[in-house]
Nanobody
């Protein structure tokens, strides 16, 4: 079992930056892939990006590629989502999720463990 907790959400002006953290407890990420998803009001939960913990390969949705970066810190058992050049359309609740093995899956139905989410609001 893996328990995930997200931190770092908040209110930011358009063009600003935030860094989200996803910390794991119970088990380490070593044997898992970790993904980031987001859900805006009235919309489906959408893939943002993912990383294979052991290999380090990252994947990004076209909507965030070039603006968002996923990184990992094995010592802290934490995955980060650095978000730059934020725009109002990035407003959503952001979730981290995990599944066993790699490469990372790109759809939410394939993830087994989820955090509670952290809210990001980008004002215009």
């Amino acid at each position: 079992q893996v328990q995930l907790v997200e931190f770092g959400g908040g209110l930011v002006q358009a063009g600003g930056s935030l860094r989200l953290s996803c910390a794991a407890s119970g088990r380490t990420f070593t044997r898992y892939a970790v993904g980031w998803f987001r859900q805006a009001p009235g919309k489906e939960r959408a893939f943002v990006g993912a990383v294979s913990w052991s290999v380090g390969t990252t994947y990004y949705a076209d909507s965030v590629k070039g603006r968002f970066t996923i990184s990992r810190d094995n010592a802290k058992n934490t995955v980060y989502l650095q978000m730059n050049s934020l725009q109002p359309e990035d407003t959503a609740v952001y979730y981290c999720a995990a599944h066993q093995g790699h490469p990372p899956r790109l759809t939410r139905l394939e993830y087994d463990y989820w955090g509670q989410g952290t809210r990001v609001t980008v004002s215009s």
